[in-house]
């Protein structure tokens, strides 16, 4: 069976974070393990408290796995400090990880902030060169780039100088967009977009997530770059499809819209 690693924070309402790219993981085939950087006191509606692992306790996790069980792929999603994004760097590299997908995490969809400010370089400068591909949402990729992103063009332009900048291919998502759900790769001077429908669903807490998740996943089976954008959207476009509304907030998504176990 191929593995993947999330090196994320927890979401005790199981909507984002470890949660749900563990969930993605599984649902994709592959199997799932973690190395958490945060506990998040955490529901739809905000995140009220955030309680970091210390630097030395993520790297034993991240030792205790690599060392044990090698992860075919890793995703990387909310690091809130520069000395754990340090750490995971540092890491990363000494085990000589494939195929690391990085989400810059740095504002809920409740609206809280998941990064500190001062971490803001250390992702750049020690994780983003690392990645195969950065999946910034449009508000990350504006203050990943600088730039102003107001319609496609501008998407694109983000990505671009984000690519150049940091030596990684660039999938700037399109989930803040009124009209379509289409996201952007920038990879090697060009651009590719992967069309996806709006699906009417105000339920969208851990999209970001669950699209790296299972990018990773589909990396970690061996699929191209493309082909893992294309079966990562087309699989959040299922879990938002499902229509599942849970919790007073932006409610999670419905992992198990295909699964066909006897068990559920
Ligand atoms: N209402 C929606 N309909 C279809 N796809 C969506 C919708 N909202 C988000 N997505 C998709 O979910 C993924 C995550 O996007 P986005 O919401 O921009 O990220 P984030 O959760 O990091 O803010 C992207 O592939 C995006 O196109
Ligand atoms: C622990 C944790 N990690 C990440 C997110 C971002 O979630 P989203 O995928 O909605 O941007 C979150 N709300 N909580």
């Not at 500190?116 to 370089?121: E, G, M």
């Not at 100088?161 to 920038?186: R, T």
């Not at 669950?210 to 990562?232: C, F, M, P």
Request: hydrophobic content about 45%.
């Amino acid at each position: 069976m191929n593995t993947a690693l999330t090196i994320a924070g927890s979401d005790s309402s199981g909507g984002a974070g470890i949660q749900a790219d563990i969930k993605t993981m599984t649902a994709n085939g592959v199997f799932a393990m973690s190395a958490i950087t945060a506990l998040t006191a955490q529901n739809t509606t905000g995140v009220t408290d955030i309680f970091e692992t210390t630097p030395h306790f993520l790297a034993e996790q991240l030792d205790a796995v690599f060392t044990d069980i090698f992860p075919d792929a890793v995703k990387i999603g909310m690091v809130s400090s520069a000395a754990l994004i340090e750490t995971i760097a540092e890491r990363l590299r000494f085990y000589e990880a494939k195929h690391i997908v990085v989400d810059p995490v740095m504002v809920a969809t409740s609206g809280s902030k998941l990064l500190r400010d001062d971490a803001i370089t250390a992702l750049t400068e020690k994780l983003l060169p690392m990645a195969e591909v950065v999946t910034p949402n449009i508000p990350e990729a504006e203050i990943l780039s600088g730039l102003t992103i107001t319609d496609a063009a501008g998407m694109e332009a983000a990505a671009q100088k984000i690519s150049e900048a940091y030596g990684c291919a660039v999938l700037c998502k399109g989930g803040h967009k009124v009209n379509d759900a289409d996201d952007l790769l920038w990879r090697d001077g060009k651009a590719q977009w992967f069309h996806g429908e709006r699906i009417a669903n105000p339920n969208t807490h851990g999209t970001g997530c669950t699209l790296s998740s299972a990018i990773a996943s589909n990396l970690a089976k061996g699929y191209d770059l493309t082909a893992s954008v294309e079966r990562a959207k087309a699989y959040i476009s299922g879990c938002l499809s499902a229509m599942l509304d849970l919790g007073h907030g932006s409610g999670p998504m419905n992992h198990m819209f295909e699964l066909k176990s006897r068990f559920i």
